[in-house]
Protein backbone atom coordinates (compact mmCIF):
# COMPACT_ATOMS: atom_id res chain seq x y z
CA UNK A 1 0.00 0.00 0.00
CA UNK A 2 1.36 3.05 -1.06
CA UNK A 3 1.19 6.28 1.74
CA UNK A 4 2.15 9.90 0.91
CA UNK A 5 2.95 12.24 3.80
CA UNK A 6 2.10 15.47 3.39
CA UNK A 7 3.62 18.36 5.47
CA UNK A 8 3.91 22.52 5.16
CA UNK A 9 0.52 23.57 5.67
CA UNK A 10 -0.79 26.42 7.81
CA UNK A 11 -2.14 29.51 8.07
CA UNK A 12 -0.18 32.53 6.90
CA UNK A 13 -1.58 36.35 5.68
CA UNK A 14 -1.96 36.95 1.80
CA UNK A 15 1.02 37.85 0.48
CA UNK A 16 3.14 35.09 2.03
CA UNK A 17 4.53 31.94 1.41
CA UNK A 18 4.50 28.32 2.06
CA UNK A 19 5.94 25.44 0.87
CA UNK A 20 4.62 21.77 1.03
CA UNK A 21 6.26 18.55 1.28
CA UNK A 22 4.95 15.04 -0.36
CA UNK A 23 6.99 12.26 0.70
CA UNK A 24 6.07 8.61 -0.46
CA UNK A 25 7.00 5.43 0.87
CA UNK A 26 7.83 4.20 -2.38
CA UNK A 27 10.67 5.33 -4.52
CA UNK A 28 9.90 8.82 -6.40
CA UNK A 29 11.03 7.05 -9.13
CA UNK A 30 8.06 3.68 -9.24
CA UNK A 31 5.46 6.84 -10.38
CA UNK A 32 4.83 8.11 -13.53
CA UNK A 33 3.42 11.67 -12.38
CA UNK A 34 3.02 13.25 -8.73
CA UNK A 35 0.96 16.56 -8.04
CA UNK A 36 -1.08 18.23 -5.71
CA UNK A 37 -4.54 18.93 -5.56
CA UNK A 38 -6.50 21.19 -3.77
CA UNK A 39 -10.46 21.46 -2.75
CA UNK A 40 -12.18 24.29 -0.71
CA UNK A 41 -15.35 23.92 1.20
CA UNK A 42 -18.24 23.39 -1.29
CA UNK A 43 -16.60 23.25 -4.50
CA UNK A 44 -14.73 19.83 -6.41
CA UNK A 45 -11.34 18.68 -6.25
CA UNK A 46 -8.87 20.15 -8.60
CA UNK A 47 -5.25 20.13 -9.93
CA UNK A 48 -3.19 22.63 -9.04
CA UNK A 49 -0.07 21.49 -9.94
CA UNK A 50 1.48 17.87 -11.77
CA UNK A 51 5.72 17.15 -12.49
CA UNK A 52 6.59 14.17 -14.27
CA UNK A 53 9.36 11.47 -13.70
CA UNK A 54 10.74 13.31 -17.12
CA UNK A 55 10.29 16.22 -15.05
CA UNK A 56 7.45 18.16 -17.28
CA UNK A 57 5.46 20.23 -15.14
CA UNK A 58 1.55 22.08 -15.39
CA UNK A 59 -0.28 24.56 -13.54
CA UNK A 60 -3.69 25.46 -12.91
CA UNK A 61 -4.15 28.70 -14.72
CA UNK A 62 -4.73 30.35 -11.27
CA UNK A 63 -1.77 29.59 -10.35
CA UNK A 64 1.08 29.87 -13.07
CA UNK A 65 3.58 32.54 -11.61
CA UNK A 66 2.94 32.05 -8.08
CA UNK A 67 3.62 28.39 -7.32
CA UNK A 68 6.19 25.80 -8.16
CA UNK A 69 6.27 22.17 -8.44
CA UNK A 70 9.62 20.59 -7.73
CA UNK A 71 11.02 17.14 -6.52
CA UNK A 72 14.23 16.19 -4.71
CA UNK A 73 15.61 13.09 -6.13
CA UNK A 74 18.11 12.30 -3.32
CA UNK A 75 15.07 13.13 -0.78
CA UNK A 76 12.29 11.14 -2.36
CA UNK A 77 9.68 14.25 -2.17
CA UNK A 78 7.61 16.70 -4.43
CA UNK A 79 7.22 20.12 -3.11
CA UNK A 80 4.66 22.74 -3.83
CA UNK A 81 6.17 26.19 -3.01
CA UNK A 82 3.49 28.48 -3.32
CA UNK A 83 4.33 32.62 -3.35
CA UNK A 84 1.86 35.39 -3.18
CA UNK A 85 -0.89 33.62 -1.66
CA UNK A 86 -4.32 34.85 -2.02
CA UNK A 87 -7.29 34.02 0.37
CA UNK A 88 -8.72 32.06 -2.84
CA UNK A 89 -5.97 30.00 -2.55
CA UNK A 90 -7.51 28.36 1.07
CA UNK A 91 -8.22 24.55 0.86
CA UNK A 92 -7.48 21.68 1.55
CA UNK A 93 -4.16 20.26 -0.34
CA UNK A 94 -3.62 16.47 -1.50
CA UNK A 95 -0.86 15.19 -2.73
CA UNK A 96 -1.42 12.77 -5.61
CA UNK A 97 0.77 9.84 -7.29
CA UNK A 98 0.13 7.79 -10.38
CA UNK A 99 1.62 4.77 -11.45
CA UNK A 100 -0.01 2.62 -14.23
CA UNK A 101 -3.70 2.64 -13.73
CA UNK A 102 -3.69 3.61 -9.96
CA UNK A 103 -3.73 7.07 -7.77
CA UNK A 104 -3.11 7.57 -4.84
CA UNK A 105 -3.54 10.15 -2.16
CA UNK A 106 -2.44 11.57 0.59
CA UNK A 107 -4.57 12.64 3.84
CA UNK A 108 -4.47 16.46 2.85
CA UNK A 109 -3.18 19.46 4.25
CA UNK A 110 -4.80 22.56 5.42
CA UNK A 111 -3.39 25.72 3.97
CA UNK A 112 -5.83 29.36 5.42
CA UNK A 113 -4.67 32.60 3.70
CA UNK A 114 -5.96 35.36 6.04
CA UNK A 115 -7.52 38.70 4.38
Known amino acids: QVQLVESGGGLVQAGGSLRLSCAPS????????MGWYRQAPGKQRELVARITKSGSTNYADSVKGRFTISRDNAKNTVYLEMNSLKPEDTAVYYCNAERGFESYWGQGTQVTVSS
Open 26 to 33: GSIFSFYA
